[in-house]
């Protein structure tokens, strides 16, 4: 079975500064890896995800992850955030056409 | 890209009665859809799975009586809460998958409270 930790349940940055939002995965097997985006009281948005190939992925909203299949990690990363940004993040697992296990998420909220 | 509507987007009902919630794929044919529940400031917890014209897959622990899953058509799904209690108030979310597409497509979310 798979499952997810995301490291910090909150985060909190300041508008402009880098943020990192740390994903850890488990599988016996090669999974494939998603962010999702929710907003307060709204559903899910794709960031982005990584299927194979190239272990940086690049997302919508300049968010950015990198693949590290050694450290069975999948982080996200922004170089500069804005207020807008400010929402909780989902990082998720899936055997493609099987279900997805996500994490616990990870608020992020961006101070002015 | 994929559009999923819920409706209703809230709901308030007394203890006891029932309350059904649909999800809609508007633009493509959903062939799996998925229901979740979302509690205060936690992670989406899959209830179960639908297959158009098949019984849904219900996940370890949910009670398949109480939450009655329907995926009639390839654009329709519905979640019917039985006999609700103050307990199941929850944020419900629904999201739909199409044939070869391993990407789910989220809807807005449901809030139902029970009163």
């Known amino acids: 079975a798979q499952s997810v930790t995301q490291l910090d349940s909150q985060v909190p940055v300041f508008e402009e500064a880098p943020v990192e939002l740390r994903c850890n995965y488990s599988?016996?097997?090669?999974?494939?890896l998603f962010w999702y985006v929710q907003y307060p009281n709204q559903g899910l948005q794709l960031l982005l995800k990584?299927?194979?190939?190239?272990?940086l992925v690049k997302g919508i909203n300049g968010f950015e992850a990198e693949f590290n299949k050694s450290q069975t990690s999948f982080h996200l990363r922004k170089p500069s955030v804005h207020i807008s940004d400010t929402a909780e993040y989902f990082c998720a697992v899936s055997l493609l056409t099987e279900k997805l296990v996500f994490g616990k998420g990870t608020k992020l909220t961006v101070n002015p | 890209g994929a559009v999923v509507s819920q409706h209703p987007s809230r709901v308030i009902c007394k203890s006891g009665t029932s309350v059904k919630i649909e999800c809609r794929s508007l633009d493509f044919q959903a062939t799996t859809m998925f229901w979740y529940r979302q509690f205060p400031k936690q992670s989406l917890m899959l209830m179960a799975t639908?297959?158009?014209?098949?019984?849904?897959?219900?996940e370890q622990g949910v009670e398949k009586d109480k939450f009655l899953i329907n995926h009639a058509s390839l654009t329709l799904s519905t979640l019917t809460v039985t006999s609700a209690h103050p307990e199941d108030s929850s944020f419900y979310i629904c999201s739909a998958r199409f044939r070869s597409s391993y990407e789910q497509y989220f809807g807005p979310g449901t809030r139902l409270t029970v009163t």
């Open positions: 639908s297959n158009e014209g098949s019984k849904a897959t219900y």
């Open positions: 990584y299927l194979s190939g190239s272990t």
């Open positions: 599988s016996s097997v090669s999974v494939y």
